[in-house]
């Protein structure tokens, strides 16, 4: 019966009634259909090696097929796109063999989530698709129960050989509803761009295609061809941001940021312009020109007499996988006459916890054998352990702010950067608070013993005119008094 059923609703649509289709509604649940055959495909086109899953085409044929009897029953369908986060990762720490089973369990689970007549497929290595089974009503609140199942499921831990993976998967889907004249080709691209956007505010998220997020992705592409213009012709300049010391109150520094001022927009933020530079292959341009920046701010600062310790940039994956990084930055540090350790290298901690090149062990290594101070930023969203902070000689832990919000309030919040701060004070490693945004905030940190803070209660990231003039004002209400006596220039 149930391999009948597809030629069934075939024949139903070919013919074209509605008395026709409405027979094939009421005959059958509506679960079955889609129906799928005991091996778990649809079909015999394109199936997966690995999983036994049909494939792209397949899952674009059933959202066809789905549409079909939906616009003759005035039902909905929409199609959901599930992706492994950071799967790259998950080939780097096992063998060929556990990652196909991590793939095929976790086929297995998203299966084991759905309804019986949902038609999942297998679009690449870490992707796979399904097409919804038609339903009378199917929204938003629907799906994401559906989706957050299939994440439930999949989180759950995968026996390899002896030891537990964990894998989470991001989720985007889109609803017919939600397109003009739909096909499955275009559900199939709406929830490829929706997925796209989980990613980038993940791991672990959903999100649902909508007129909103096209336009967004419309502007993103624009940008996207607008960007290494802006590039070279000096539209991204340095911001700068301030650090101090909680127990002093002294300026122990300023962190360099990107920002892109748009001669039309204004101001665009780094979270959608930085996406577009690493696609184009630039963040090693970028950050060839936030080092020069930075070094040049430290130098205007010491000539007209103030005294800024030093300066962090945030360095990139694609910077620390250059073999001639160690050399710029020597020469850059010439150029300028300044000492090593007055530039602080940033590193996030998923490229300290990921990252087994030779290259970035040995830039990394380089870097801190010159002089240069090293900085492990985002801590406690990447994983690293703590052979991994000593390896590459980290001197200071810079706690991601998602600890940090509402740490005034919330116990649970001040338990986890207690643990933080005893763990690094252990180590030997200095701390820094960041997104610090109220005076309370500040307070709490400063009772549990954080070193340093930095975030919108100091001060927003700012251009290099106006750090004198900052400078200044909190000099003037922090004592004790500057070292050396401003000069204008």
């Known amino acids: 019966m149930l391999l009948f059923f597809p030629i069934l609703l075939a024949v139903a649509y070919l013919v074209g009634g509605q008395t026709a289709m409405a027979f094939v509604g009421l005959a059958f649940p509506v679960t079955l259909a889609f129906a799928l055959p005991p091996d778990g495909t649809y079909g015999d086109k394109n199936r997966d090696a690995l999983t036994g899953l049909t494939q792209r085409e397949g899952v674009v044929d059933a959202a066809n097929l789905a549409l079909a009897m939906s616009r003759r029953l005035g039902w909905s369908t929409g ?67 559906m989706a957050g199942r299939i994440q439930r499921s999949v989180a759950e831990p995968i026996s390899v050989e002896g030891t537990n ?12 509803a939600r397109l003009n004249d739909p096909s499955g080709e275009s559900l199939m691209q ?49 911001f700068y941001q ?72 945030n360095f990139s994956s694609d910077e620390l996988c250059n073999p001639r990084l160690v050399e710029r930055i020597g020469w850059e540090l010439d150029k300028f006459d300044l000492t090593p350790d007055r530039l602080v290298v940033e590193v996030l901690e998923t490229v300290v916890a990921s990252r087994s090149d030779d290259v970035v062990i040995r830039n990394l290594a380089s870097l801190a054998r010159l002089g240069c101070c090293l900085d492990l930023d985002d801590f406690g969203t990447g994983h690293a352990s703590i052979t991994s902070i000593r390896r590459f000689s980290i001197e200071r832990i810079k706690i991601d702010r998602s600890f940090v919000t509402r740490i ?13 701060l005893t763990m690094a004070d252990r180590l030997g490693l200095d701390t820094l608070a960041e997104g610090v945004e109220t005076p309370e905030e500040q307070e709490m940190l400063m009772k549990l013993g954080c070193g340093h803070i930095q975030g919108f209660a100091l001060a927003r990231p700012m251009p290099l005119a106006e750090t004198q003039d900052w400078i200044e004002t909190y000099l003037s209400r922090h004592s004790p008094p500057p070292a050396r006596h401003l000069k204008v220039i």
Not at 90 to 112: G, L, P, Q
Not at 200 to 215: E, H, K, Q, V
Not at 408 to 420: C, F, L, N, T
């Open 408 to 420: 005034d309030e919330d116990p649970e919040q001040q338990k986890m950067v207690s643990a933080i």
């Open 79 to 145: 199609i959901i796109m599930v992706e492994i986060d950071k799967f790259r990762l998950v080939e780097e720490r096992y063998d060929h063999a556990m990652v196909n089973r991590i793939v095929k369990v976790t086929a297995e689970r998203i299966c084991d989530s759905l309804r019986d007549a949902d038609i999942p497929a297998r679009i690449d290595n870490s992707t796979f698709a399904i097409a919804l089974s038609p339903v009378r009503r199917l929204d938003l609140e629907v799906v994401i129960q």
């Open 242 to 313: 301030p650090q101090i010391s909680i127990g002093t109150g002294a300026i122990t520094g300023f962190e360099t940021l990107a920002r892109w001022h748009h001669p039309e927009r204004g101001l665009i933020p780094p979270a959608e312009f930085l996406p577009a530079l690493e696609h184009a292959g630039l963040m090693d341009r970028l950050g060839e020109l936030m080092v020069t920046e930075a070094l040049s701010a430290l130098k205007y600062w010491d000539d007209i007499g103030i005294d800024v310790p030093r300066v962090s940039v």
């Open 165 to 176: 993976a964990y894998v989470t998967v991001s989720v985007g889907f889109s609803l017919a």
């Open 190 to 238: 709406a929830a490829t761009a929706a997925l796209i956007e989980a990613q980038r505010n993940g791991p672990s998220a959903i999100r649902s295609y909508s007129l909103a997020m096209r336009d967004r992705i419309k502007s993103r592409n624009s940008l996207s061809e607008q960007v290494a213009d802006a590039l070279e012709n000096g539209e991204i300049k340095a």
